[in-house]
């Protein structure tokens, strides 16, 4: 059973529009987050959330929304997809407590913006 | 200032050398832990370890050894006897007590070449 799991896999579209990425963790964590790699293999933390709220908001163009409608779930929106937004996303989850413990993340998403 | 350093961006060995891949870090809390993740060509990322600050002792897990030295702030990985399998990219990551986040290094490209 994957433990995260992230879909589509690869997603490919133009410029303008506007697309989700699904992120759904059955390991019981209370935390999620949302990684972007770009083409240098850079981890850049973009969101987390703990229970449902934002905990972390990183500097990212507001046309990046992420939605959690439980604990298992956070997925995140792109709207007006620009060239730059390119990359590998990650969706990751960990149990939530003083320093934190190790992130599991999901596959990856592969988004190519053309 | 970044926090975690990995100087060594990419490296290259020859199978069944030994490789050491290093880690440097920065934080002025006296809790914290390390983490070390594997990022093979497929691309997913592997969680391998975690390390508190409490405890220095080093780790082996088969051909994987850990060296962790608060005096240095550094927490290398060893690969003995290294196999075309260990090609990857690994990361080096930090968590503090105070704050949510982790903190990613920029990753070290191993190649393994038979």
């Known amino acids: 059973d994957t433990a995260v799991s992230q879909t589509p896999k690869y997603l490919v579209t133009q410029m303008g529009n506007d697309k989700s990425i699904k992120c759904e963790q059955n390991l019981g964590h209370d935390t999620m987050y949302w990684y972007k790699q770009d083409s240098k293999k850079f981890l850049k933390i973009m969101f987390s959330?703990?229970?449902?709220?934002?905990?972390i908001n990183e500097t990212v163009p507001n046309r990046f929304s992420p939605k959690s409608p439980d604990k298992a779930h956070l997925n995140l929106h792109i709207n007006s997809l620009e060239l730059g937004d390119s990359a590998v996303y990650f969706c990751?989850?960990?149990?939530f407590g003083q320093g934190l413990v190790e992130q599991y993340f999901g596959p990856g998403t592969r988004l190519t913006v053309t | 200032a970044q926090k975690v350093t990995q100087a060594q961006t990419e490296i290259s060995v020859v199978e069944k050398e030994d490789v050491t891949l290093d880690c440097v870090y920065e934080?002025?809390?006296?809790?914290?832990?390390l983490f070390w993740y594997k990022q093979p060509p497929s691309g997913e990322l592997v969680f391998l370890i975690r390390r508190n600050s409490f405890d220095e002792q080093n780790e082996i897990s088969g051909r994987y050894s850990w060296n962790f030295q608060k005096s240095t702030s550094s927490f290398n990985f060893t690969i003995t006897a290294s196999q075309v399998v260990d090609s990857a990219v690994y990361f080096c990551?930090?968590?503090?007590?105070?704050?949510?986040?982790?903190?990613f290094g920029t990753g070290t490209s191993l190649t393994v070449i038979p």
């Open positions: 990751a989850s960990s149990r």
């Open positions: 990551a930090l968590s503090e007590r105070e704050g949510n986040q982790f903190y």
């Open positions: 934080t002025r809390d006296t809790t914290y832990y």
């Open positions: 959330y703990n229970n449902k709220e934002l905990i």
